[in-house]
Nanobody, 123 residues
Framework: QVQLVESGGGLVQAGGSLRLSCTAS????????MGWFRQAPGKEREFVAA???????SYADSVKGRFTISRVNAEKTVYLQMNSLNPEDTAVYYC?????????????????WGQGTRVSVSS
């Protein structure tokens, strides 16, 4: 069983940066692929980034070059560094985990979700 708790959201001006954190409980955290998803108002939830246990990463085209996902297994924490934010990045950001890479990156159906943290970018 994995429980995920996000933090780090907030209000930032366009061009600014934020770092989201996701702390997990559960002994199997270090072996699970982890990901970030987001849901903007009136839109469906979408994949943002993912990282495997060994550090392989995947990003949505919309955030490549601006966002960086990383993890520290000893701290059971995954980070999402978000730079050059723009108003289109405004959303609730969710941390997610699943034993299977494909469910996180390909199918968007990870088995474990955090409660979400809100990011608002003003123009």
């Amino acid at each position: 069983q994995v429980q995920l708790v996000e933090s780090g959201g907030g209000l930032v001006q366009a061009g600014g940066s934020l770092r989201l954190s996701c702390t997990a409980s559960g002994r199997t955290f270090s072996s699970y692929p982890m990901g970030w998803f987001r849901q903007a108002p009136g839109k469906e939830r979408e994949f943002v980034a993912a990282i495997s246990w060994s550090g392989t990463t995947s990003y949505a085209d919309s955030v490549k070059g601006r966002f960086t996902i990383s993890r520290v297994n000893a701290e059971k924490t995954v980070y999402l560094q978000m730079n050059s934010l723009n108003p289109e990045d405004t959303a609730v950001y969710y941390c997610a985990a699943d034993p299977t890479w494909a469910r996180v990156v390909v199918h968007g159906t990870p088995g474990y979700w955090g409660q979400g943290t809100r990011v608002s970018v003003s123009s």
